[in-house]
């Protein structure tokens, strides 16, 4: 089992810089794929980064984000950022944390066995 908490949400003009953390619990960290997805009210739930634990942590971005946020995982503190540059008012959703033991990185989110509670975050214009 593995045990995610997220933090760093919050309200952010249009331009500027969130940094999201998510805590990993349990089970072995560093063997975990880690994604970062969101949800806006009346959407569904949408992939935004991952970072693999394999091939040196390779990571895959949404075209939506792509140069403009950087997921990065540190396993000595179990733990993977999500650093948001650049945000926009379409950026505004609850952001969840999510890790898959599977064997290459994914972007479904049903490809992901444990989820976070989520950190609201919302960018005004």
């Known amino acids: 089992q593995v045990h995610l908490v997220e933090s760093g949400g919050g309200l952010v003009q249009a331009g500027g810089s969130l940094r999201l953390s998510c805590a990993a619990f349990?089970?072995?960290?560093?063997?975990?794929?880690m994604g970062w997805f969101r949800q806006a009210p009346g959407k569904e739930r949408e992939f935004v980064a991952v970072i693999s634990w394999r091939s040196s942590g390779s990571t895959y971005y949404a075209d939506s984000v792509k140069g403009r946020f950087t997921i990065s995982r540190d396993n000595a503190k179990n733990t993977v950022y999500l650093q948001m540059n650049s945000l926009k008012s379409e950026d505004t959703a609850v952001y969840y944390c999510?890790?898959?033991?599977?064997?290459?990185?994914?972007?479904?989110?049903?490809?992901?066995?444990?989820w976070g509670q989520g950190t609201q975050v919302t960018v005004s214009s």
């Open positions: 999510a890790a898959d033991s599977g064997v290459v990185a994914a972007t479904p989110p049903s490809r992901y066995e444990y």
């Open positions: 349990g089970r072995a960290f560093s063997r975990l794929h």
